[in-house]
């Protein structure tokens, strides 16, 4: 069973930066494809960016094309998400999910392995 643990949120200014980290104890993320979702109070799940484990092929959601890059740390296992120009409206609980998607951009469905969330809140 893949345990996936994300760390790195916090409060932030708008405008500010946050990095999200992803990792698995004990194993590599590098052969899973590695989706960043978010829920924010009162609205569904959504999916913000996603990197393959073939050829690293990336997407983003509308939403964040621009400010945020998700990114592999092989040395460290673990998938990064590098938010920066953060708005008040990307406020939400953020979860890393681990998988085997056929479809590109994936559907939420189709990831396998998630993690319990980390809280990031973009405030003044």
């Known amino acids: 069973q893949l345990q996936l643990v994300e760390s790195g949120g916090g409060l932030v200014q708008p405008g500010g930066s946050l990095r999200l980290s992803c990792a698995a104890a004990g194993i590599t993320l590098d052969y899973y494809h590695i989706g960043w979702f978010r829920q924010a109070p009162g609205k569904e799940r959504e999916g913000v960016a996603y990197?393959?484990?073939?050829?690293?092929?990336?997407f983003y959601a509308d939403s964040v094309k621009g400010r945020f890059t998700i990114s592999r740390e092989n040395a460290k296992s673990s998938v990064t998400l590098q938010m920066n120009s953060l708005k008040p409206e990307d406020t939400a609980v953020y979860y890393c999910?681990?998988?085997?998607?056929?479809?590109?951009?994936?559907?939420?469905?189709?990831?396998?392995?998630w993690g319990q969330g980390t809280q990031v809140t973009v405030s003044s």
């Open positions: 999910a681990a998988g085997y998607p056929g479809d590109w951009p994936p559907f939420e469905y189709e990831y396998d392995y």
């Open positions: 990197i393959s484990s073939s050829d690293g092929s990336t």
